[in-house]
């Protein structure tokens, strides 16, 4: 069965940076995109990004743009997201999702697989 396993997240500072991964497994990693979402507490889940599986072409919420880098290793069926500059407004659960559509890419409803999440906290 298709599996994601997000890692990385944990506590930092204001200002500070943490990259979380997402490791995918069941699937045929190359042809699906991947997203990230986040849900803080009390809030509903939003988009932070997502990266194309055909060109690799990446897109952002505007809220992380400038702050916040999407990858892909398609040998280590692994997404990245680097985050910088993070501030509390950032604090959330953090999930890494898969679509085999490279299109509207900030709906969660396109998304096939999700995983559990990866708390991020930052403390200002």
């Known amino acids: 069965q298709v599996q994601l396993v997000e890692s990385g997240g944990g506590l930092v500072q204001a200002g500070g940076s943490l990259r979380l991964s997402c490791t995918a497994s069941g699937l045929t990693f190359s042809n699906y995109s991947m997203g990230w979402f986040r849900q803080a507490p009390g809030k509903e889940r939003e988009f932070v990004g997502a990266i194309n599986w055909r060109a690799g072409g990446t897109y952002y919420a505007n809220s992380v743009k400038g702050r916040f880098t999407i990858s892909r290793d398609n040998a280590k069926n692994t997404v990245y997201l680097q985050m910088n500059s993070l501030n509390a407004e950032d604090t959330a659960a953090y999930y890494c999702?898969?679509?085999?559509?490279?299109?509207?890419?900030?709906?969660?409803?396109?998304?096939?697989?999700w995983g559990q999440g990866t708390q991020v906290t930052v403390s200002s």
């Open positions: 999702a898969a679509t085999g559509t490279g299109w509207q890419l900030s709906r969660s409803s396109i998304y096939n697989y």
